[in-house]
Structures are given as structure tokens and as C-alpha cells.
């Protein structure tokens, strides 16, 4: 196997573990990457730290193997990447930090009575 990644390959290596990824035909592998994560997503909602929307609190956004972690403060975002990583030890499993951004989210909103 090698590392395509525009117009240029990698050297070729061989994998000796895993699954084959959803768009490589593995069918199974998305149902067991969420079997695989299902503690570590449910470690992160249970904190109930998150955004309101219509009385429902959203703190975690997963699809496939990217997550995103919303919070309502700066200080409270603090708390859910630990509390992934905490998590993501527990299973073995690394977060690829280079991927890894935050953005803050300024919203103002206009009421008018």
C-alpha cells in the first residue's frame, strides 16, 4: 500500500492491522468505528456541556472519524477536548493534533420588541 496524496506517492509499506475504509469497499468499517468510539462519544456528551438548540444540548458532531465540539464559552471547550483524550487513552486510541483547529463563533443576535 502507499500514500497517494495529489500527484505524488509514497513509498509502499505494508498494513498488517485494521479495516479497509467505507470508500475502499469495507461495508463493516464505519459500524465498527462507531462500535470502536461509542465510549468515548458517550464519555463527552454525558458532561452536558454544549449548545442549546430548541431545548436539545449538542456538544458533539461525529461523522465517520471526524468529531467536532461545540461549547457555549471558551472555558467550557476546555473541558471536552480532556475529556476526549481522557477517553481516546482508554480505547488507545491518538488524535492526529496537525488536523486538530478550534474557532470561536461570535454570535449577535438583534431582538427587536
Request: glycine share 6%.
Amino acid at each position: 500500500m502507499c500514500v497517494r496524496w495529489q500527484n505524488v506517492c509514497s513509498d509502499y509499506f505494508i498494513v498488517n492491522k485494521g479495516v479497509l475504509q467505507g470508500n475502499q469497499g469495507g461495508i463493516l468499517s464505519l459500524f465498527l468505528f462507531r462500535f470502536y468510539i461509542r465510549n468515548l462519544m458517550l464519555s463527552i456528551t454525558s458532561l452536558n456541556i454544549g449548545c442549546n438548540f430548541t431545548d436539545i444540548n449538542v456538544n458533539l458532531l461525529a461523522y465517520a472519524d471526524d468529531l467536532v465540539l461545540l461549547a457555549p464559552s471558551w472555558r467550557a471547550l476546555q473541558r471536552l477536548p480532556r475529556a476526549a483524550e481522557i477517553a481516546g487513552i482508554n480505547i488507545n486510541m491518538a488524535f492526529n493534533t496537525r488536523k486538530t483547529v478550534s474557532m470561536v463563533l461570535i454570535l449577535l443576535i438583534d431582538v427587536k420588541l
